[in-house]
């Protein structure tokens, strides 16, 4: 940008960064980032790239863009049997998406090195032998881990050596999976639709679910009817993945130049993004992402003005690259109805290239009068409603959704058709974080909401 101070992969260090992580050894710091700047990128420019023309043509309308995952991977999740119900679910919403969208979709998953997390407060009191005492957060296992004793809280930076590794172990198994083809889960016949067939759905919604289920079935035999070769194609998936940019130690120790193309690439994942918390303008993570060739999300909750969202993409978009931005927008379902328009009316008018996309969780977490973290499926579908409603009236499209989802069958969400109550919270609620949709409730909404995309 004429004007714009130079960028390096450390200007960020100029800048105040919200949500540091204060490190006591400085030592240890450096040394961990030099392992990592050492190792090999967990993430190519040619795929990045690739994810970039796909954002762009979502932006056109030729496409849309599914991104889920947990709140916060942690590395005790790196197991098979995590990462496959991880990759099935979203794979499975993203077939239902197709048939009713009649578009591609693009899969990000929020996983592959989803480790750091912002909070709200630095610290945290607590009880550790008795005593009352006040700890450093919870930042997540890039960062420190999340049992309540000084040992476990402390940041230590070897966690991120062991965040990457986690990561390119997590990444090497989806590769794998995919290339085998992970075939079955293109026949509805082998989903866990029980949902459907729960006592509590009402008949109409019931007949609903079940024709959308045969119309899929169909669909999906149709096209491995048409041969050998459209069967190939359709079961070589493409996947890519993303995580909150919030430990630019991390980030900027694996931002490289590669050979043949121009500029710098993050390699850590192929599509960062800055959190609520973090996108002050002035901020740290404005400029470090600023100066990579990834595509950027920018989170945008119900503080933001018009004029700041704009100036925003502006910066972090200089040459109004197609596919460079995706505004993620979590208003909640009380704020999005006064808050969305303004916002979209102000960057549309500009005409900078976005993509929209609705994260209908992080406006919508409730507590039980237990204390406990949840969220309610109606508010997460009505907010993603009305979201569809407010970029009908202002003409511009939604092109893409973020979930926080496991493919396990937890309790941490209320509601959907399989009827989770507060008192089942505490069957199995596993987040050490924010609350997930489980297998169901991800499935039973990706069917609701290919229903109100609907096309033709
Ligand atoms: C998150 O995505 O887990 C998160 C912390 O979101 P936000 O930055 O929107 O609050
Ligand atoms: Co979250």
Not at 120 to 140: D, H, N, Q, R
Not at 313 to 337: C, F, Q, S, T
Request: hydrophobic share 35%; proline share 6%.
């Amino acid at each position: 940008m004429p004007g714009s101070p130079p960028w390096s992969p450390t200007s960020w260090r100029q800048r105040l960064q919200a949500q540091q992580v204060r490190y006591d050894d400085r030592d240890a710091v450096e040394a961990a980032a030099k392992k990592l700047a050492s190792l090999p990128p967990l993430v190519t420019s040619y795929e990045i790239e690739r994810l970039k023309s796909e954002i762009a043509d979502a932006q056109r309308g030729g496409r849309f863009i599914l991104q889920g995952g947990d709140c916060a991977e942690t590395l005790a999740d790196c197991r098979p049997e995590v990462i496959t119900a991880k990759l099935k679910i979203l794979l499975q919403m993203s077939l239902v998406l197709i048939h009713g969208l009649k578009k591609p979709v693009t899969r990000v998953g929020r996983f592959a090195g989803q480790y750091a997390k912002p909070r709200s407060s630095p610290t945290e009191k607590g009880v550790v032998g008795g005593a009352e005492v006040e700890l450093p957060s919870y930042f997540g296992d890039l960062v420190n881990r999340a049992e309540f004793d000084p040992d476990a809280r402390r940041p230590d930076p070897h966690l991120m050596v062991r965040g990457y590794q986690h990561a390119a172990m997590t990444l090497n198994f989806i590769r794998s999976l995919l290339d085998g083809g992970f075939a079955d889960i293109h026949h509805p016949d082998h989903w866990d639709l029980s949902f459907m067939s729960h006592a509590g759905l009402s008949p109409e919604r019931r007949a609903q679910y079940e024709r959308m289920r045969d119309t899929l079935a169909d669909g999906l035999r149709f096209m491995e009817a048409l041969g050998e070769k459209n069967v190939d194609e359709l079961t070589r998936v493409e996947f890519f993945t993303s995580h909150e940019g919030l430990n630019l130690i991390y980030e900027s120790a694996q931002t490289r130049r590669v050979p043949r193309r121009e500029g710098w690439y993050d390699l850590t994942t192929h599509l960062p993004w800055i959190g609520e918390r973090t996108r002050q303008i002035d901020g740290a993570h404005a400029e470090f992402f600023r100066g990579v060739e990834n595509p950027v999300g920018v989170k945008i909750g119900p503080k933001a003005d018009p004029e700041d969202v704009l100036a925003l993409v502006r910066l972090l978009n200089p040459r109004r690259e197609p596919g460079k931005i995706v505004l993620i927008v979590r208003m909640g379902v009380d704020l999005v109805a006064e808050r969305l328009g303004p916002i979209l009316g102000a960057v549309d008018a500009s005409g900078e290239p976005v993509l929209w996309s609705c994260d209908p969780m992080h406006g919508n977490g409730i507590k039980t009068s237990r204390g406990v973290k949840t969220r309610d499926f109606d508010a997460i579908l009505a907010e993603l409603e009305q979201t569809i409603d407010i970029h009908e009236k202002t003409g511009t499209h939604l092109g893409g959704v973020h979930f926080e989802l496991t493919g396990e069958d937890v309790t941490e969400c209320v509601g959907g058709a399989a009827g989770i109550g507060e008192d089942d919270l505490h069957e199995n609620y596993t987040s050490p974080c924010d609350p997930r949709l489980n297998y169901q409730q991800s499935l039973e909404l990706a069917f609701l909401l290919a229903d109100r995309m609907r096309a033709g």
